[in-house]
Structure formats: structure tokens, C-alpha cells
């Protein structure tokens, strides 16, 4: 015969397994995978697809001699500045020094538009 538990379910054992599993349930989290193998400079809270493309791109920089060895385009405002389009939403800009590049920002699409319509594009 089914009896009432003091949490409120009904069963034939001495206690609420269903209670007990969650309880289980809750003990077993995951721990948080931590994105060491990602560049410092690369933020965190960037989506998964841009943060590993940006990784990759930034490694393919160190060796590049010339922008268009990384497919990167040139600023109209600033010639010394390029940019590489790492997904639908996120831009990658460098600028160029000599004959290297170097990492600037990762801005969103919005913020690219507004600081590339003709404005100075401020470097952080």
C-alpha cells in the first residue's frame, strides 16, 4: 500500500527515492571547463565559434607577413587598420606595423559600424 512522504510524494519504500535522486542530482556538478588554451587576449564571454576562430586567427598572425596571408581587409578610414570577420556578429581588428600585425580589439558588428563610419577608430 502506497503512503505519503513528508515531501509530499507517494510511494512503498521507507523514504522518497524521488527526493533522494535529486539530491544525488544536485551533488554531481559538472566543473567548468576553463578556456586555458585560448589566448589571453581573446575575452571570455565571447561566443564558442568567434572565440576559437580568433584563437586560430591569432596564431596565424604571429607568422603572417602580409594582411591578405590571414584574408583581412583594409580600413577605409585608417589604412594602418584591418579587419578580419570572425562570424555574422564579431570583427577582429589589427593593425598593421611594418610589415606585422598586431591584435587591437574584438568588437561586435554595431560597434564596428559606428567607430569605422568615419570617426577615428579608438585603440584600447
Do not use: W
Request: aromatic share 8%.
Amino acid at each position: 500500500m502506497k503512503k505519503r512522504f513528508s515531501c509530499g510524494h507517494f510511494g512503498k519504500g521507507s523514504y522518497c527515492h524521488r527526493c533522494k535522486q535529486e539530491s544525488e542530482k544536485v551533488e554531481e556538478v559538472k566543473p567548468v571547463k576553463i578556456k586555458e588554451f585560448y589566448d589571453p587576449r581573446i575575452d571570455v564571454s565571447l561566443p564558442k565559434g568567434a572565440a576559437k576562430k580568433a584563437n586560430k586567427l591569432l596564431k596565424e598572425i604571429d607568422k603572417a607577413t602580409n594582411y591578405r596571408q590571414v584574408k583581412a581587409n583594409k580600413l577605409k578610414i585608417d589604412s594602418n587598420l584591418v579587419y578580419i570577420r570572425l562570424n555574422k556578429k564579431y570583427r577582429m581588428i589589427l593593425e598593421r606595423i611594418g610589415k606585422k600585425l598586431s591584435f587591437v580589439k574584438i568588437v561586435d558588428h554595431g560597434t564596428f559600424d559606428q567607430e569605422t563610419s568615419g570617426a577615428r577608430m579608438k585603440r584600447t
